[in-house]
């Protein structure tokens, strides 16, 4: 990065954001005096190892600083000894590149009903840095604070989250913008994963059940840890016709219904958290029920958290 300074008549300054080096060149018009060596906003000449001397002449010295660091922000002054003293300034700005973000308060898993603070933090922005916060692929509002430590700043924003089931596997993602990092923001992602109950529930192949018929049961059920297999019962015990009852993953089948089939079917499933039950009241008609004379019928489904 260079920092181009003329002296003339009227001082021309010129302001850079370097990142790594800066070289400062004082170009003299005027060759009938010697320059004097730089000197920063502190008006004294400037010495630092890392300051090196690339160019002197009697029209020109250029001064390279390498390694810059926020303290090399400031005034820069090249003074001509003439009669009179000529002197050109510029203003040298440094940006502050922030940290990688990092998020914390993130516990895996999580429990339905908890409640956590998520906070994305970053330090070393100059200006300080914006951080947004998104839930998947959504914008979500946050609590943003800001604090200063001499020349930078830290940044934090904190979402504060009631979790339910709805947030088991959500991506929330924060990305820390800076004029530094120009369109390529930090991003930092982290996966929910929430821990819940299960939930039951029974659905059928058919609305009117009948003798000789092929019947199925689908039991749904949901929870995290995913609770596998389920328990099929019948009338509160075991199904009674195991060669006709098949009981495959969740579902079960009746490949021949008849009227002792009626009764409460019961599909219940656990985790750890807890266990759920629903039931289904199967009532099987003749085999040549007439369906003109058909006006309603009602299918029980009960669904039981313990």
Same mark, same amino acid.
Request: proline letters at 5%.
């Given at each position: 990065?260079?920092?181009?300074?003329?002296?003339?008549?009227?001082?021309?300054?010129?302001?850079?954001?370097?990142? %790594?080096?800066?070289?400062?060149?004082?170009?003299?018009?005027?060759?009938?005096? %010697?320059?004097?060596?730089?000197?920063?906003?502190?008006?004294?000449?400037?010495?630092?190892?890392?300051?090196?001397?690339?160019?002197?002449?009697?029209?020109?010295?250029?001064?390279?600083?390498?390694?810059?660091?926020?303290?090399?922000?400031?005034?820069?002054?090249?003074?001509?000894?003439?009669?009179?003293?000529?002197?050109?300034?510029?203003?040298?700005?440094?940006?502050?590149?922030?940290?990688?973000?990092?998020?914390?308060?993130?516990?895996?898993?999580?429990?339905?009903?908890?409640? $956590?603070?998520?906070?994305?933090?970053?330090?070393?922005?100059?200006?300080?840095?914006?951080?947004?916060?998104?839930?998947?692929?959504?914008?979500?509002?946050?609590?943003?604070?800001?604090?200063?430590?001499?020349?930078?700043?830290?940044?934090?924003?904190?979402?504060?989250?009631?979790?339910?089931?709805?947030?088991?596997?959500? %991506?929330?993602?924060?990305?820390?913008?800076?004029?530094?990092?120009?369109?390529?923001?930090?991003?930092?992602?982290?996966?929910?994963?929430?821990?819940?109950?299960?939930?039951?529930?029974?659905?059928?192949?058919?609305?009117?059940?009948?003798?000789?018929?092929?019947?199925?049961?689908?039991?749904?059920?949901?929870?995290?840890?995913?609770?596998?297999?389920?328990?099929?019962?019948?009338?509160?015990?075991?199904?009674?016709?195991?060669?006709?009852? $098949?009981?495959?993953?969740?579902?079960?089948?009746?490949?021949?219904?008849?009227?002792?089939?009626?009764?409460?079917?019961?599909?219940?499933?656990?985790?750890?958290?807890?266990?759920?039950?629903?039931?289904?009241?199967?009532?099987?008609?003749?085999?040549?029920?007439?369906?003109?004379?058909?006006?309603?019928?009602?299918?029980?489904?009960?669904?039981?958290?313990?």
């Amino acid at each position: 990065m260079h920092l181009v300074i003329y002296a003339e008549t009227e001082s021309v300054c010129s302001s850079i954001s370097p990142f %790594a080096a800066a070289q400062n060149i004082c170009h003299l018009l005027e060759n009938k005096a %010697a320059a004097e060596p730089w000197s920063s906003s502190s008006y004294f000449a400037l010495r630092d190892n890392r300051i090196e001397l690339v160019r002197a002449s009697g029209a020109e010295l250029t001064i390279s600083i390498s390694d810059i660091s926020l303290s090399d922000e400031g005034q820069y002054t090249c003074s001509l000894f003439t009669m009179p003293v000529k002197t050109s300034k510029a203003f040298l700005t440094v940006l502050g590149i922030p940290e990688r973000p990092r998020i914390t308060g993130f516990t895996n898993p999580a429990m339905e009903g908890d409640e $956590i603070t998520l906070t994305c933090s970053t330090s070393g922005s100059k200006p300080a840095a914006h951080i947004h916060w998104f839930r998947n692929d959504k914008e979500v509002q946050g609590v943003k604070e800001v604090n200063a430590t001499g020349k930078s700043f830290i940044v934090k924003n904190s979402l504060h989250l009631q979790l339910n089931q709805r947030d088991d596997g959500v %991506a929330y993602t924060c990305s820390v913008e800076h004029v530094s990092l120009a369109s390529n923001p930090y991003q930092i992602t982290e996966v929910l994963q929430v821990h819940y109950a299960p939930h039951v529930e029974i659905s059928h192949t058919m609305t009117i059940p009948q003798e000789g018929q092929y019947f199925k049961l689908e039991c749904a059920s949901k929870g995290n840890p995913l609770p596998d297999p389920v328990l099929w019962s019948k009338d509160g015990g075991d199904l009674p016709d195991v060669e006709r009852m $098949i009981v495959e993953g969740r579902d079960l089948t009746i490949t021949s219904l008849n009227k002792t089939d009626n009764g409460t079917y019961r599909c219940e499933a656990n985790n750890y958290l807890g266990t759920s039950g629903a039931e289904y009241l199967l009532i099987v008609y003749g085999e040549f029920i007439d369906k003109t004379n058909w006006h309603s019928l009602t299918l029980q489904c009960f669904n039981i958290v313990s």
